[in-house]
């Protein structure tokens, strides 16, 4: 059964700090993972997406890569600003459906 | 291009009744599949809908059921509302499945007292 997880849990640096997010997941047998962003009491805002025969996707300040082999993805965002503050979740595709880590709520410190 | 649409935002219900959700797809897209959130368990599938079929369902009771309309229009239901239900529902819109980015909703929150 495919588990993600996300470490840390949750996350406070200064502005303007360069910062990695993790997630892990169990069964490399994946279509694509994909990185959300989650402001509070709102839906799911997609960042990147990278399909399983891709190693990374960059779009602006954001690039996350993805290791199959290792089970890995890290979301790399630089020069962090308060307005990134959310909680970021990373979801597997597996066959039909995304299979979601828990989140790291992240803070932006002015 | 409008976004995925849900309606309504919030609802307060109590034990026993019955709702009923909306979404609404991004034009063109024709796969809506729903999602619960809740603090204690996350985000989980409930079920995918494509072409006005339910191609997939999660491990959800029976209370709970869809359907999708030949627009895409996606609806789900609950009936015999448990305190447990109360959760932020999303519905995400795709082009074909989980092979394509998901567009989410807003949600709808469910209060059920």
């Known amino acids: 059964k495919q588990e993600v997880t996300q470490i840390p849990a949750a996350l406070s640096v200064p502005e303007g700090e360069n910062l990695v997010l993790n997630c892990s997941f169990t069964?490399?047998?994946?279509?694509?993972l994909q990185w959300f962003r989650q402001d509070p009491g709102k839906g799911l805002t997609s960042l990147l997406l990278?399909?399983?025969?891709?190693r990374e996707q960059t779009s602006g300040r954001l690039n996350a890569s993805l290791d199959k082999s290792s089970g890995r993805s890290t979301l790399y965002i630089a020069a962090s600003q308060p307005g990134d503050s959310a909680t970021y979740l990373c979801?597997?595709?597996?066959?039909?459906?995304?299979?979601f880590g828990s989140g790291t709520r992240l803070l932006v410190r002015p | 291009k409008a976004g995925v649409t849900q309606t309504p935002r919030y609802l307060i219900k109590t034990r026993g009744q019955q709702v009923t959700l909306s979404c609404s797809p991004i034009?063109?897209?024709?796969?809506v599949s729903w999602y619960q959130q809740t603090p204690g368990q996350g985000l989980q599938f409930l079920f995918e809908?494509?072409?006005?079929?339910?191609?997939n369902k999660g491990n959800f009771p029976g209370r709970f059921s869809g359907r999708q309309f030949s627009n895409s229009r996606s609806e789900m239901n609950v009936s015999t509302l448990e305190l447990g239900d109360s959760a932020l529902y999303l519905c995400?819109?795709?082009?074909?499945?989980?092979?394509?980015?998901?567009?989410f909703g807003p949600g709808t929150r469910l209060t059920v007292l």
């Open positions: 990278i399909q399983s025969s891709q």
């Open positions: 069964d490399s047998a994946i279509y694509n």
């Open positions: 809908y494509f072409s006005e079929t339910q191609r």
């Open positions: 995400a819109s795709n082009l074909e499945g989980v092979t394509d980015t998901q567009y």
């Open positions: 034009s063109g897209h024709r796969s």
């Open positions: 979801a597997v595709g597996d066959s039909y459906k995304l299979i």
